[in-house]
């Protein structure tokens, strides 16, 4: 079953402009990440935040975490068409051996 | 590029039949995952090896089975396929002392007919 929930599940938005997405989760965590993957093929990791981080940065992705409310946000500025593909987050659940439990994506579409 | 490959990229099978998926990862990975993601769908965790052995396993019945090689390359094996069984594979392979950060390899899409 899936762990996550992104939200919200299809997004457009003109290029330049910054996309945000949102990502709940169920059980407690030792980290969360998110995934882009482009047209069903391989997943790309972009960034993790540890349980104990509430905000992270790398290039354009600012991605933060609230482990009280178990929701996560994933923030790319200044988007460009080729961040258009599906954006998933994925929990590594405390005592899970690194087992990623994912929700079901964001698809994001850039409009140039 | 992760340095994880899948073969075939693409497949096609009758109901009832077996499939073999492979994988290889590069040097340093011990541990290999593997996913199942429907169209439309988050991938679901199958099972994952480490060290050759079964490291834990997600809600997949036994026809799906799996296997590690001493090589860092893997199986997915699948018996008695049903149509549901359709659906892109992927494995994912981590770095000793990073496990929390997976390296995908870019799939194989299973059509049961």
């Known amino acids: 079953s899936q762990q996550g929930e992104e939200d919200p599940q299809a997004l457009s938005i003109q290029e330049g402009e910054n996309a945000t997405m949102n990502c709940s989760y169920k059980t407690s965590i030792n980290n969360l990440q998110w995934y882009r993957q482009n047209s069903g093929r391989g997943l790309v990791h972009l960034i993790l935040?540890?349980?104990n981080e509430r905000e992270k940065h790398s290039g354009r992705l600012r991605v933060t975490l609230d482990t009280s409310k178990k929701s996560s946000s994933l923030l790319i500025t200044a988007s460009r068409a080729a961040d258009t593909a599906s954006y998933f987050c994925a929990t590594d659940a405390k005592n899970s051996n690194y087992q990623l439990i994912w929700g079901a994506g964001t698809k994001l579409i850039i409009k140039p | 590029e992760t340095g994880v490959t899948q073969s075939p990229t693409h497949l096609i099978k009758t109901r009832g039949q077996q499939v073999t998926l492979r994988c290889s990862s590069q040097?340093?990975?011990?541990?290999v995952s593997w996913y199942q993601q429907a169209l439309g769908q988050g991938p679901q965790f199958i099972f994952q090896?480490?060290?050759?052995?079964?490291?834990g396993r997600g809600n997949f019945p036994p026809r799906f089975s799996g296997l590690q090689f001493p090589n860092y390359s893997s199986e997915l094996n699948v018996n008695a396929l049903e149509l549901d069984d359709s659906a892109l594979y992927l494995c994912?392979?981590?770095?000793?002392?990073?496990?929390?950060?997976?390296?995908f390899g870019p799939g194989t899409r299973l059509l049961v007919l």
């Open positions: 994912a392979s981590s770095l000793v002392g990073k496990q929390e950060t997976q390296y």
């Open positions: 935040i540890r349980s």
């Open positions: 040097s340093g990975h011990n541990t």
């Open positions: 090896y480490y060290r050759e052995e079964e490291n």
